[in-house]
């Protein structure tokens, strides 16, 4: 990417305390459309409600046999609608979304087993994992 970093959404949607950031996404934030939807793997493209900022969600949970307590993971990133289409269109594949997280900040809300949910901004490429 070169020029000008892109600006992306609004103090509800991209605003600096994650908390709030995330019940916002919780009750305000439609989603449009799912791109994958497994039981432990579902990418979907949603808005803001109140800017209309586009977002890729990624969710990925993973089995625990032993404790019980399956371990889950999102990532909620912003898109420019370009992206958003590329998605919705297929010429940007959903495994390559992490990729467009070098140049943005993206919110990461992990609850591993056995310790409580954490939430946090994060900034750089993540990879896309399936769960299972």
């Known amino acids: 990417m070169t020029g000008t970093p892109e600006r992306f959404g609004c103090a509800a949607c991209y605003g600096d305390d994650e908390h709030a950031t ?3 996404f919780r009750n305000n934030c439609p989603r449009d459309r799912n791109l994958v939807e ?3 793997f579902i990418v979907g493209l949603l808005h803001c409600g109140q800017c209309d900022q586009r ?5 990925t ?3 625990d046999w032993t ?3 399956d ?10 609608e370009s992206e958003a289409t590329a998605l919705l269109d297929g010429s940007l594949q959903v495994h390559a979304i992490g990729d467009l997280g070098a140049n943005r900040q993206h919110l990461h809300h992990d609850w ?3 310790t409580p949910p ?3 901004w994060g900034r750089g490429r993540f990879p896309i994992v399936e769960g299972r």
């Open 55 to 59: 977002f890729v969600s990624v969710f």
């Open 22 to 24: 995330w019940q916002h």
């Open 67 to 69: 404790a019980g307590e």
């Open 61 to 63: 949970e993973f089995i």
């Open 112 to 114: 591993p087993s056995g």
């Open 38 to 40: 497994d039981s432990h």
């Open 71 to 80: 371990p889950q993971y999102t990532t909620i990133m912003p898109l420019t």
């Open 118 to 120: 954490q939430l946090s």
